[in-house]
């Protein structure tokens, strides 16, 4: 089957005069006004029952009826949810979000390399803080399935106090709590995927979750630069912690890119296009690992990571993925992608005989 050749609309190629940062804020400023999205953006249709995830996710992500979210990163504030949820999204992820503000990395921070689909950005967790981001979400519908991505400040004296501190103010409006302990621009964040950092900061996180009044899921965000023995080794320590399942993957620090690019040379994390294989790589290792020795927790797995096309999403259901997010794709393509990639992802299953997407996942381990 040929997918259909996604087209960047015209508004979309507008905004990418501007520079990266500039065109996102303008983004995130019109998606804040919800009446204003039906002007760019066609809202989505049903969902497609083909799709929906609800039948194979815990209760507290029942709500979810498509299997393609928003990653992390992109409303960092939570400031443009509703916007957002009108773009035919099964789920949104908003964060990262730290107990202080946090003003991030100088600027230039994010960069575009057009021709090969991809982005490098070394935000460097800028944000609001804790406060801001509590009063974005507190008077969002809690009928819209929102995860909330959580980290650390740059120079916390405490990285568990952190992470307590916000699973108590901001749990109560999440569906599920994600622990980003993969970025790479927060100096020093990465080592918390280390079995003996990461065990006491899950410890904290699911104790402080524990303590909510309602049970949510709690993720870990991985990293793709992980070896297959980091990846075995935090799968272990994760499940003995309870935790309730993972994201795979960040930005990479590696820089796979042919023909090269100047840009490739910026420090930062690379997104898009050509972390697929490495994205893919990790879900298959990390699913695979889940499959054979912890098939008896509910795990929940979302995959993520240069998905640019319905086929990418397949091959990452195919992996084990149970849902998937999207980011760079959408800057380069817009949000007429998300309904494409269902399109796309429907007549794969139809292809090859599934008649849901349930019983594609995990079928190529
Ligand atoms: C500009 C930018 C900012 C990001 N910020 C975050 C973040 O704050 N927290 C996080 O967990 N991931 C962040 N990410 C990573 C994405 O959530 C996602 O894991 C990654 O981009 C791979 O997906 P993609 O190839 O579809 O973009 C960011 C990515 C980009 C491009």
Redesign the pocket.
Known sequence: MNPKPHLTPLWAKCLHLLPPETAHQLAITLLSVPSLVPLFAKTSPNPHHFLNPSSYLPPSLSLISRPIGL????D?NAEAIRGLSLLGFGFLEA??VTCLPQKGNPKPR?FRIPNHKA?I?R?G?NNKGMEIFSQNVSSLPHSLPLGI?I?INKNTPSPLEDIKKLIENLGKYAHYL?L?V??PNTPGLRKFQEPDALKPLLNTAVNARNSLEKKIPILV?ISPDLSDEEIIALVACACSSHVDGFIA???TLSRNLNPPHPLAAQQG?L??NP?LPL?NHVLKVLASHVKTHYSHLPLVIIG????MSGQDVYTKIRLGAHLV?????LVYYGPTLIQSLEDELVSLLKRDGFNHIKDAIGVDL
Do not use: D, E, H, P
């Open positions: 990653a992390a990163g992109f960092k964060g990262t994010l982005l950005n935000m967790f991505n980290g994600v980003n993969s970025s965000k993957t960040n930005t994390g997104s898009g972390l994205a993520t990571g240069g998905i997010q999207i980011y760079s794709s």
